[in-house]
């Protein structure tokens, strides 16, 4: 009868051992799936998924193409699919929350929405981006052609047009450099070539947020140099 509550202890700890597992790995968020699109779990995830979003929508899809996957260890798994579907003549991608329970229980389709390909493509670019330590190693270089960057760009010659008292636009000549970093969306750090009229030439350098709704805004700007 002594041991009785040695072998309670020794079970509440196992257990306390496994929450604290379960805890660490939640606490790491969702986590990219490596070679998803040979990985047999996310295949069958995600063919659950569109047939589940085919039911709900009334439309006969078929899965393409499985563009990024992520999971998050909680009570069970969770399921964060971007796929690409066939729906009859044209195609549509959705992004897909699949729940996993414990034990032998079904999958659940918690949430999808359609996504353009625009947003699907960002959310891939982020995910890869989280996946090689953009988050933590800060901002990495990018092309300073890159059509988000030139988007940033002439929405930083548009604010600093409005801010002014010239009657002359700001007008980018040159991105000089480019990085960007992954946020709660995505932050851009510019080096850009101004002109303003008949004004010298302007060397600035500014950082505009882009929110996860694709909103742009100007953090900072800051004139380093003129060049005449």
Known sequence: MQQCPSLVSVVVLVVVAVLAVSQSQMLGGHQKIADHQNDAKVQEVAQFAVKQIADKTGKHLDLVKINSAQKQVVAGLNYVLVLETAADSTKETYEAHVYEPLGDQPLKLTSHKQIDNEAAQRKTEESSERQSGALLGGFREVSTTDSEVTQA???????????????????????????????????????????????????????????????LTLESSHQMTSQS
């Open 153 to 215: 760009a002439h929405f930083v010659a548009e604010q600093l047009t409005s801010q002014s008292n010239s009657l002359s636009p700001f007008e980018v000549k040159e991105v000089l450099s480019a990085r960007s970093k992954v946020a709660a969306g995505k932050v851009f750090e510019l080096k850009l070539k101004l002109s303003q009229g008949n004004l010298p030439e302007q060397i600035v350098q500014v950082e505009v947020n882009r929110s996860l709704q694709n909103e």
